[in-house]
Nanobody, 126 residues
Framework: QVQLVESGGGLVQAGGSLRLSCAASGRTFSTYTMGWFRQAPGKEREFVTSISWDGISTYYTDSVKGRFTIYRFNAMNMLYLQMNNLKPDDTAVYYC???????????????????WGQGTQVTVSS
């Protein structure tokens, strides 16, 4: 099985920046569509962004467009989420996820992701 480990979460003031990392096991990482999701207290898990296996295609939910950037380095089995101009509403546990069935596409539905990390807490204060 594939194991995903997130890091980089923490506490930041509104308007600040954080970079989340996701380290993946397995030599087939370069074939996965990858994504980031988040879940705030009392709310359902929410799609944030996705990137195709080759890094060419990306997609962002409207609330983070222009502020967040997803990117990957396949040779190092690493996925990143750069978060700028953070807002209190961004406060959540952030999860990285992997899908082996992306076929060069981005994936929005959490049901199509087979592997999930343990999550990392992001707290944005006002």
């Amino acid at each position: 099985q594939v194991q995903l480990v997130e890091s980089g979460g923490g506490l930041v003031q509104a308007g600040g920046s954080l970079r989340l990392s996701c380290a993946a096991s397995g030599r087939t990482f370069s074939t996965y569509t990858m994504g980031w999701f988040r879940q705030a207290p009392g709310k359902e898990r929410e799609f944030v962004t996705s990137i195709s296996w080759d890094g060419i295609s990306t997609y962002y939910t409207d609330s983070v467009k222009g502020r967040f950037t997803i990117y990957r380095f396949n040779a190092m089995n690493m996925l990143y989420l750069q978060m700028n101009n953070l807002k209190p509403d961004d406060t959540a546990v952030y999860y990285c996820a992997a899908s082996p069935s992306g076929r060069g596409r981005v994936i929005i539905s959490p049901a199509l992701y087979d592997y999930w990390g343990q999550g990392t807490q992001v707290t944005v204060s006002s």
